[in-house]
C-alpha cells in the first residue's frame, strides 16, 4: 500500500471513529410491547415509588388527566378504591452539567387481576434528551389507545 492510501485511509478510520462516538450520544430507543391498554379502563392509580425527588407519579398522572383518565396517586402497592389499572415506572436519572431522565419504564396491570397489561421503555441519552414530561408524553402514547381527549394539543 502506497504512504498516501496508508494515510487516507488512517484519517477515514479516525474520522468513522468519530462519527460513531458522536451519534452514540444521540440514542433514542422507546419500545413497547404490542397490546395497549384498552380504552374502556379509565379508572387508573399511579403507584409512587419511594424516594421519588422528581415527582415523576405526579408528571404521569398530570398526563393521564389531560387525556381524560380518573387517576388516583398513592405509596400503598393496592388502591384504597376500585381501580381499572394500576401503573408502577422506574425511572433513572443521569447527569450532564444538569440532571436529565435518562430513562423512563412503565408496567400497566389489570387492577383486579394482576396481570401484565401493556409495558414500555423510553431511553434519551444526553445529547437527545427531552423533558420528563415529554419523555412521559412520548411513552403513555405508545401504551394507551388514543381516545382524542387530551387537551392543549
Do not use: H
Not at 422528581?54 to 388502591?79: E, F, H, M, W
Not at 447527569?95 to 409495558?119: F, N
Amino acid at each position: 500500500m502506497a504512504p498516501l492510501q496508508r494515510i487516507t485511509s488512517r484519517w477515514f478510520w479516525l474520522w468513522i471513529s468519530l462519527v460513531s462516538i458522536v451519534l452514540s450520544g444521540c440514542a433514542v430507543d422507546l419500545t413497547t410491547s404490542s397490546k395497549k391498554v384498552p380504552p374502556e379502563m379509565r379508572r387508573i392509580y399511579v403507584q409512587t415509588v419511594e424516594g421519588d425527588g422528581y415527582n415523576v407519579d405526579r408528571i404521569i398522572a398530570d398526563q393521564l388527566k389531560s387525556r381524560g383518565y380518573t387517576v388516583v396517586v398513592g405509596a400503598a402497592a393496592k388502591p384504597s378504591e376500585p381501580m381499572d389499572v394500576i401503573l408502577t415506572y422506574d425511572d433513572q436519572w443521569s447527569w450532564d452539567i444538569t440532571p436529565y431522565l435518562l430513562k423512563l419504564t412503565i408496567k400497566a396491570r389489570d387492577a383486579k387481576s394482576g396481570k401484565l397489561i401493556s409495558v414500555g421503555e423510553v431511553r434519551r441519552t444526553s445529547m437527545a434528551r427531552k423533558s420528563p414530561d415529554e419523555m412521559a408524553d412520548e411513552l403513555l402514547n405508545e401504551l394507551f389507545t388514543k381516545t382524542g381527549k387530551k387537551s392543549g394539543s
